[in-house]
T-cell receptor, first 117, second 117 residues
């Protein structure tokens, strides 16, 4: 069975601080996909990134960066120089691979990030 | 380039009534997923559909809940004889088959907030 654990329920930082959100996953599949989604106070879910299990190269997109470590089954998310607009709930998710088909996402419980001015 | 559309955005029902939630996937997407988010919790998978087919309904409650994705028109999540415990946000997501990478990321609609009085 798949499982995603986001041990940090809430994190509070001051603007311009760097913050890392942890994500640990469990799966028996050798091929799988990892995702991060953002849920701002307005409630919608915003896709941030997708990684597949073959690609352990870390990725940077502006102030966002992701560290995928297959050896520790972790896919951590770092926001550099945080801003108030980064305040949201962040979800890590895992999907198995299905040939020529889609697959459901297993979500972590989410981390509420509050960035204070 | 419209995203995933869901309506209504807010739905209030009394116990025992029926709730019908609609989801129109992104253009070109043939895979639809429904997730439920209970208050203060993460998202839980309910059902995965392709046109006219239910592919995976392992997350659906056994009674009162049903889903369809007809050849024409939106996907419908139907909850019969609603109870207070059904109060939640219901999110629809869609994806397409990415021939190069397998499954694509899921894009979420804004959600329907169901309140059962």
């Amino acid at each position: 069975a798949q499982k995603v654990t986001q041990a940090q329920t809430e994190i509070s930082v001051v603007e311009k601080e760097d913050v890392t959100l942890d994500c640990v996953y469990e799966t028996r599949d050798t091929t799988y996909y990892l995702f991060w989604y953002k849920q701002p106070p307005s409630g919608e879910l915003v896709f941030l990134i997708r990684r597949n299990s073959f690609d352990e190269q870390n990725e940077i997109s502006g102030r966002y960066s992701w560290n995928f470590q297959k050896s520790t089954s972790s896919f951590n998310f770092t926001i550099t120089a945080s801003q108030v607009v980064d305040s949201a709930v962040y979800f890590c998710a895992l999907s198995e691979s299905r040939v020529a088909s889609g697959s459901r996402l297993t979500f972590g419980e989410g981390t509420q990030l509050t960035v204070n001015p | 380039n419209a995203g995933v559309m869901q309506n209504p955005r807010h739905l209030v029902r009394r116990r025992g009534q029926e709730a019908r939630l609609r989801c129109s996937p992104m253009k070109g997407h043939s895979h639809v997923y429904w997730y439920r988010q209970l208050p203060e919790e993460g998202l839980k998978f309910m059902v995965y559909l392709q046109k006219e087919n239910i592919i995976d309904e392992s997350g659906m409650p056994k009674e009162r809940f049903s889903a369809e994705f007809p050849k024409e028109g939106p996907s419908i999540l139907r909850i019969q004889q609603v109870v207070r415990g059904d109060s939640a946000a219901y999110f629809c997501a869609s994806s397409h088959l990415d021939g190069g990478r397998g499954i694509s990321e899921q894009f979420f609609g804004p959600g329907t907030r169901l309140t059962v009085l």
